[in-house]
Nanobody, 127 residues
Framework: QVQLVESGGGLVQAGGSLSVSCASS????????MGWFRQAPGKEREFVAT????????YYADSVKGRFTISRDNAKNAVYLQMNSLKPEDTAVYYC????????????????????WGQGTQVTVSS
């Protein structure tokens, strides 16, 4: 089992920045690729960003590319999402998720591939 706990969400004005973190416990963190997803009210959960187990590869949704940066620290068992130039449409609950690295390559943007999920943290961007 892997336990994931997000933190760092909050309220920010449009154009501002916010960083969210996800702490992992349980199985060996470096065996898992990590992803960030988000879900806005009335919408389906959508892919935001993902990072391979060794940080060598990252992917981003087109909507956040150039504004968000995903990173991880395997020594601290944590993954981060730095969000800049935030827009009101970025408002959502942000979830981190973990997937075994062997499964990640088959579909890093697909939420159904991820094995473990955190409880989410709210990010609200005011206009």
């Amino acid at each position: 089992q892997v336990q994931l706990v997000e933190s760092g969400g909050g309220l920010v004005q449009a154009g501002g920045s916010l960083s969210v973190s996800c702490a992992s416990s349980g199985r060996t963190f470096s065996n898992y690729a990590m992803g960030w997803f988000r879900q806005a009210p009335g919408k389906e959960r959508e892919f935001v960003a993902t990072i391979s187990s060794n940080s060598g590869t990252t992917y981003y949704a087109d909507s956040v590319k150039g504004r968000f940066t995903i990173s991880r620290d395997n020594a601290k068992n944590a993954v981060y999402l730095q969000m800049n130039s935030l827009k009101p449409e970025d408002t959502a609950v942000y979830y981190c998720a973990a997937v075994q690295r062997s499964k990640w390559y088959g579909g890093p943007r697909i939420p159904e591939r991820y094995d473990y999920w955190g409880q989410g943290t709210q990010v609200t961007v005011s206009s």
